[in-house]
């Protein structure tokens, strides 16, 4: 198990960002995988963004392309997502996650450990 901490959420008006942050606690993560997912109301949960284990290659749901960062500082076991001009669709829980250590290339399906969540409201 990855224990994993979220924060950075809150209430925006759209257009405006957020930088989400998330930290493996207690462990040392290795895996090449972690990523942000997010579940709005009476949707199911969809991959936002990943990164890859050195940072080098991150991959973006195409909704989020080009208003989305997600970094990683190995290191310190942790993620981040800075996202803005935020829209009122976005609202919805923002999870962190991780993959089992042995997973290469980083499918969507392959993340096993998440945190419990930040929550994430942008008003009109």
């Known amino acids: 198990q990855v224990p994993l901490v979220e924060s950075g959420g809150g209430s925006v008006q759209a257009g405006g960002s957020l930088r989400l942050s998330c930290a493996a606690s207690g462990v040392t993560y290795k895996g090449d995988c972690m990523g942000w997912f997010r579940q709005a109301p009476g949707k199911e949960r969809e991959g936002v963004a990943l990164?890859?284990?050195?940072?080098?290659?991150?991959v973006y749901a195409d909704s989020v392309k080009g208003r989305f960062t997600v970094s990683r500082d190995s290191p310190k076991n942790s993620l981040y997502q800075q996202m803005n001009s935020l829209k009122p669709e976005e609202t919805a829980m923002y999870y962190c996650a991780a993959a089992p250590p042995l997973v290469q290339m980083c499918p969507w399906t392959a993340f096993r450990y998440w945190g419990q969540g930040t929550k994430v409201t942008v008003s009109q």
């Open positions: 990164i890859y284990l050195d940072g080098a290659g991150q």
